[in-house]
């Protein structure tokens, strides 16, 4: 037979048995292009999922009547096409082949393959109305294939399992895995797992089913509804990040979450469980490490067993949020927290300090909360005012919120803070009892305690809008052991530009001053101040303590304008003032006179005074403006004043002169002239030569190292400089120029006599100069010749050169080589005088050098500790030629200049300790002189000795 039906071809053997009558028809038949979709009431399921496919293959069977009963089985190969669209159709497009056996009601596949657009389906079993029993291996790039079994498939996935149960509502039970799979408003990165589906109840089992999300994972058991109206899930995880959990909960989370949790809907969501997080952010607040009981019954959070710990900080206690109503409740402990962690709640910057321990209980909505609590803080601070230990209350109502602190025992202020207004502003009142106010009133050092009240306004987060008044009932300032006492109770009111006061007397030792009017804060903020009385300067100091001051002034003025540019009217007597300042060297004392001010100029009037024992007087007048001295013409006269200043130490000098300080304060300038009367100047010959080559007088920059200098210096007597090594006469005529800090030197130091002592020889100086030529440092250029007498010779000694650049040159008479004359005045003798000795070896002019160097050394070792150890002035010691003359060793030389005209020496050879040379030289002129001696082997001699000069 061959012949078309359900538009393709059929052909093969058709065998009729019992015919005619009820027949039936045996088949054998090869077919292609057969459409599926017209087969629909030979199928197996609900012909609404109709098969738009064109199949080619065999068949073998038998049918009865018109297909009433049958048996048939066969191949098919299946090519889809796309079918027009029918109403209550599932359109099954499939591609791919199969074996199949059909009968009435069942379909068996066998080897199955077929292709439904991105989803493949390999297939053994039984296809059955109510008791399908099919194998699948089914993997799709595209779930939403599927829709048509459950309306909410998507994303990508595999299933390897048994479907059974009804053909058009089975249940799939199986290993699947899932990607990307979207369910409501949350994407599932990937699970895998054991699933039980029951399309027909849209139930789905879960065992062991792995959710991975970003770098999250959890293990889901359980059973839920499909559109999570019925849910019974256990969650489980050890590591769940904040960004993985966040694209679930729509807030931004940090941190890392752990924990099991049973979910018992997901509409809406009911869920309880123990969660750990670690490090936990909260919408950019840092929370820290949390752990507590959650329940979560949509849209009720509710917190149990919460403990929260942040570094030191702590919080224990449990909560609610409602996400419908916004309403919240809580009971907390905080402990060990610094209010600076909540900045981020909204907790103005202006606050600070630590929670030592708090209770709090509130309710309402968030954002605007109902508290209740106290709480004890350390260190509390508002702006720069510190409480070191305080205690707090707190209630709220709505954005009102109420306070009241304890302050140790002298302190204690309610308040009320708008929490909804901008900037927090506050009404507030303060009682205080011997309160310190030292700082607010810029005291460095002493201490101001008052008592009274206050009424504050303001915002607490702007000290400029800050505002207030209230009364004095007493106060004290205790200074340097000095006490001002106000005697009545007082008023003020202030705001952040101005403080008022009204009826202000303070009493003290030798000062009553009455004050009333307004002080000014900012730089343009209106003056108007009037003061009257006499101030005891002891104050001064006490304010400023580098200054020292004592005595009385007696004021009478008004201070008016801008802090800016202050209008000075009024007059102040000194009355045996006195004034210094730590590190300078001299101050002023019996300090009388005038100041009178007028607007901006202040004038002094017949001041006079003491310094350094002379007469000093001071008249000129000085221009105020922006708050500094802008221009000062002050004459100072200066009679017989002695000057000891620290540096350079040893300096004594009387001074006469006339100087003139002007300019303004930022950069005065002292010129005039100086006429030295006295001058002694005692110190080491080191420390002199430091003097002279000093690059800084000051390596500390002083208060006055701005001030420029324009002084010429000039004595011709009384001019005296001493140490160890000289002892002369000078005339100065210098000028000082550059600054305190930086000063310069020009000008002329000579020597018109004196002495120089070396190595136990006077040194007359025929001439001595010090010239000063650089205009801008200290750079002194010397020339001094000295000489003097060493036994039979004439040394003449000369140091020469600039700065620290000195040389010394040496020459005698007879002329000996420098290298000898060395030895000489170090107390040795020359090469002849060696030579001139039977049976002595004769050293070189090197070895005597070296003899004498090492006595010069060891004398300037003696300078510095010599005097301290062995009460001597001369140490020397002679490595050559010493002792027995023929035995020669090392020596050491002792010596002690007892009276001007008497010696005495003690020589000990280092080599043995018999060898001792006692010498006792007495001078009976200056060319004439006894010497008693004993010599290394016990010999005592008497010889007078006899200097002349040819």
Same mark, same amino acid.
């Given at each position: 037979?061959?012949t078309?039906?359900?538009?393709g ?6 065998v009729v048995?019992k015919f005619?009558?009820?027949s039936?028809v045996?088949?054998d038949?090869?077919?292609?292009g057969i459409d599926?979709?017209s087969?629909a ?12 496919s064109?199949?080619t293959g065999?068949l ?8 009433k ?5 066969g191949t098919?190969?299946l090519?889809?096409y796309?079918?027009a669209?029918?109403?209550d ?5 499939l ?9 009435p009601?069942?379909a ?7 292709r439904f ?8 079993g039984?296809i059955?109305?109510t008791?399908s ?12 294939n599927l829709?048509?079994?459950?309306s909410?498939?998507?994303g ?5 399992g048994?479907?059974s149960?009804p053909?058009?509502?089975p249940?799939?039970?199986?290993e699947?895995?899932?990607q990307n799979?979207?369910y409501r408003?949350w994407k599932?990165q990937?699970a895998t797992?054991?699933?039980?589906l029951?399309?027909?109840?849209e139930?789905?089992d879960l065992?062991n089913v ?8 959890v ?5 839920a509804?499909?559109?999570?109206s019925a ?8 590591r ?14 940090e941190?890392?979450?752990s924990?099991?949790v049973?979910?018992?809907?997901l509409?809406?969501v009911r869920?309880?469980?123990?969660v750990?997080v670690n490090d936990?952010?909260f919408?950019?607040?840092l ?5 507590g009981?959650?329940?979560y ?7 149990d067993?919460l403990s929260?710990?942040?570094g030191?900080?702590?919080l224990?206690?449990n909560?609610?949020f409602?996400?419908a109503?916004?309403?919240?409740k ?7 927290a610094d209010l ?8 103005p910057g202006?606050l ?5 321990q708090?209770?709090f209980?509130?309710?309402g909505?968030?954002?605007?909360p109902n508290?209740?609590?106290e709480?004890?803080l350390?260190n ?5 005012e510190?409480f070191p230990?305080a205690?707090?209350e707190?209630? *709220? ?9 304890d /302050?140790a025992r =002298? &302190?204690?202020?309610?308040a009320?803070? !708008?929490?909804?207004?901008?900037g ?7 009682n205080?009892t011997?309160y310190p106010l030292?700082?607010?009133a ?5 201490t ?5 009240n206050a ?6 987060t702007d ?5 207030g008044?209230g009364?004095i009932?007493?106060a004290?300032?205790?200074l340097k ?5 106000t005697?009545?109770p007082?008023t003020?009111?202030?705001?952040s530009?101005?403080?008022?006061l009204?009826?202000v007397?303070l009493t003290?030792?030798?000062t009553?001053? *009455?004050?009333?009017g307004?002080?000014?804060f900012?730089a343009? /903020?209106?003056l =108007? &101040?009037?003061?009257?009385g006499r101030? !005891?300067l002891a104050?001064i100091?006490?304010?400023?303590p ?12 008004r201070?008016g304008?801008t802090v ?19 590190g300078?060297?001299?101050?002023l ?7 009178f001010?007028?607007q ?5 009037s ?8 002379g007469n000093?007087r001071a008249?000129g007048a ?5 708050g500094?001295v802008?221009?000062m013409?002050i004459r ?13 130490e ?7 002169g006339t100087l ?6 930022e950069a005065?300038?002292?010129e005039?002239?100086l006429q030295?009367?006295?001058?002694a100047y ?7 030569l430091?003097?002279l ?9 002083s ?5 420029r ?10 001019i005296?400089?001493?140490?160890q090594?000289?002892?002369v006469?000078?005339r100065?005529?210098v000028?000082?120029k550059?600054?305190?800090e930086?000063?310069s030197l ?5 020597a ?6 070396f190595?136990?020889?006077?040194y007359?100086v025929?001439r ?8 801008l440092?200290?750079?002194?250029v010397?020339?001094v ?6 036994r039979?010779?004439?040394v003449?000694?000369?140091i020469?050169?600039?700065g ?5 040159d040496?020459?005698?008479d007879?002329?000996l080589?420098?290298l000898?004359?060395v030895?000489?005045i170090a ?7 060696y030579?001139?000795?039977?049976g ?5 002019s090197?070895q ?5 160097a ?7 070792l003696?300078?510095?500790v010599?005097?301290r150890i062995?009460g ?5 010691l002679e490595p050559?030629?010493v002792g027995a003359?023929?035995?020669?060793g090392?020596?050491i030389t002792?010596s002690?200049?007892?009276t ?7 020589s000990?050879?280092?080599?043995s300790n018999?060898q ?6 007495y001078f009976?002129?200056?060319?004439t002189?006894i ?6 082997l016990?010999n005592?001699?008497l010889?007078?000795?006899?200097r002349a000069?040819?």
């Amino acid at each position: 037979m061959k012949t078309r039906i359900a538009a393709g071809e059929l052909n093969g053997s058709v065998v009729v048995e019992k015919f005619p009558g009820p027949s039936r028809v045996n088949v054998d038949l090869d077919y292609s292009g057969i459409d599926a979709a017209s087969l629909a009431r030979a199928y197996a399921w609900n012909p609404k999922y109709r098969i738009f496919s064109n199949v080619t293959g065999t068949l073998n069977g038998w049918f009865e009547g018109k297909l009433k009963r049958y048996d048939f089985s066969g191949t098919a190969d299946l090519k889809s096409y796309t079918p027009a669209r029918v109403a209550d159709l599932v359109p099954l497009p499939l591609d791919g082949s199969t074996e199949y056996e059909v009968s009435p009601g069942e379909a068996r596949v066998a080897n199955a393959d077929v292709r439904f657009y991105s989803t493949t389906v390999k297939a053994d079993g039984l296809i059955h109305e109510t008791k399908s029993d099919l194998k699948l291996a089914m993997r799709s790039s595209d779930l939403r294939n599927l829709a048509f079994l459950y309306s909410g498939a998507n994303g990508s996935g595999s299933f390897d399992g048994i479907l059974s149960g009804p053909a058009a509502r089975p249940v799939l039970e199986g290993e699947f895995t899932l990607q990307n799979h979207l369910y409501r408003e949350w994407k599932i990165q990937n699970a895998t797992g054991s699933a039980r589906l029951d399309t027909q109840t849209e139930n789905v089992d879960l065992r062991n089913v792995h959710v991975s999300q970003g770098e999250s994972q959890v293990v889901i058991n359980g059973r839920a509804h499909l559109d999570g109206s019925a849910v019974d899930l256990r969650v489980q995880s050890n590591r769940v990040t904040g960004p993985d959990l966040a694209v679930f909960i729509n807030r931004k989370v940090e941190g890392i979450f752990s924990g099991n949790v049973h979910i018992t809907a997901l509409t809406p969501v009911r869920l309880e469980g123990e969660v750990s997080v670690n490090d936990l952010w909260f919408d950019g607040r840092l929370i820290g490490d949390t752990r507590g009981h959650v329940r979560y019954f949509d849209p009720v959070v509710e917190l149990d067993q919460l403990s929260v710990r942040q570094g030191e900080a702590t919080l224990t206690g449990n909560g609610l949020f409602n996400r419908a109503t916004d309403t919240v409740k809580f009971s907390t402990h905080l402990a060990s927290a610094d209010l600076h962690r909540f900045a981020s709640l909204g907790l103005p910057g202006s606050l600070g300090g630590t929670i030592r321990q708090a209770d709090f209980r509130g309710d309402g909505t968030r954002i605007r909360p109902n508290i209740r609590g106290e709480a004890i803080l350390q260190n509390l601070s508002f702006y720069d005012e510190v409480f070191p230990q305080a205690r707090v209350e707190v209630s *709220s109502t709505g954005s009102k919120l109420d306070l009241s602190l304890d /302050a140790a025992r =002298n &302190l204690s202020l309610t308040a009320q803070v !708008d929490t909804a207004g901008a900037g927090y502003p506050f009404t507030a009142r303060a009682n205080f009892t011997m309160y310190p106010l030292a700082r607010i009133a810029g005291l460095s050092e002493g201490t101001i305690l008052a008592t009274g009240n206050a009424i504050l306004s303001g915002l607490v987060t702007d000290s400029k809008r800050i505002r207030g008044d209230g009364s004095i009932e007493s106060a004290e300032a205790r200074l340097k052991q000095r006490t001002l006492r106000t005697t009545k109770p007082f008023t003020f009111d202030f705001n952040s530009e101005r403080l008022t006061l009204t009826g202000v007397t303070l009493t003290g030792e030798s000062t009553q001053v *009455s004050l009333a009017g307004t002080i000014g804060f900012a730089a343009a /903020a209106p003056l =108007n &101040l009037d003061v009257s009385g006499r101030l !005891d300067l002891a104050f001064i100091a006490a304010a400023y303590p580098e200054w020292i001051s004592s005595g009385g002034m007696n004021v009478e003025g008004r201070i008016g304008g801008t802090v800016q540019n202050p209008d000075l009217r009024g007059l102040a007597h000194l009355a045996n003032a006195s004034f210094g300042r730590r590190g300078l060297f001299t101050s002023l004392s019996n300090l009388n006179g005038d100041l009178f001010f007028d607007q901006d100029r202040v004038t002094l009037s017949n001041i006079q005074g003491l310094m350094g024992g002379g007469n000093v007087r001071a008249q000129g007048a000085a221009l105020l403006q922006h708050g500094s001295v802008q221009a000062m013409n002050i004459r100072i006269e200066a009679d017989d004043v002695r000057l000891r200043p620290s540096y350079p130490e040893g300096l004594r000098t009387v001074v006469d002169g006339t100087l003139i300080l002007r300019g303004a304060w930022e950069a005065p300038v002292l010129e005039g002239n100086l006429q030295i009367q006295n001058l002694a100047y005692r110190s080491s010959f080191e420390e002199f030569l430091t003097l002279l080559t000093e690059r800084n007088v000051s390596a500390e920059s002083s208060p006055l190292g701005r001030l420029r200098l324009s002084v010429h210096v000039e004595g011709s007597r009384n001019i005296t400089i001493q140490n160890q090594l000289a002892d002369v006469e000078a005339r100065v005529d210098v000028d000082v120029k550059g600054t305190v800090e930086s000063p310069s030197l020009t000008g002329h130091i000579e020597a018109s006599g004196g002495t120089l002592l070396f190595q136990g020889n006077r040194y007359r100086v025929n001439r001595g100069n010090i010239d000063f030529v650089d205009p801008l440092r200290i750079e002194p250029v010397v020339d001094v010749q000295a000489e003097t007498e060493v036994r039979d010779y004439r040394v003449i000694l000369a140091i020469s050169g600039r700065g620290d650049q000195l040389h010394l040159d040496l020459r005698s008479d007879p002329p000996l080589p420098e290298l000898e004359i060395v030895s000489l005045i170090a107390g040795g003798r020359t090469r002849e005088e060696y030579a001139s000795r039977p049976g002595t070896s004769v050293p070189t002019s090197e070895q005597l050098f070296q003899s004498g160097a090492t006595s010069i050394l060891f004398d300037l070792l003696r300078q510095r500790v010599g005097g301290r150890i062995f009460g001597l002035n001369n140490v020397r010691l002679e490595p050559f030629l010493v002792g027995a003359e023929s035995n020669p060793g090392a020596r050491i030389t002792l010596s002690e200049q007892v009276t001007k005209d008497l010696s005495i020496s003690y020589s000990q050879d280092l080599a043995s300790n018999r060898q001792q040379i006692i010498l006792i030289e007495y001078f009976v002129s200056r060319n004439t002189s006894i010497l008693a001696s004993r010599d290394e082997l016990g010999n005592f001699g008497l010889d007078i000795r006899r200097r002349a000069r040819f």
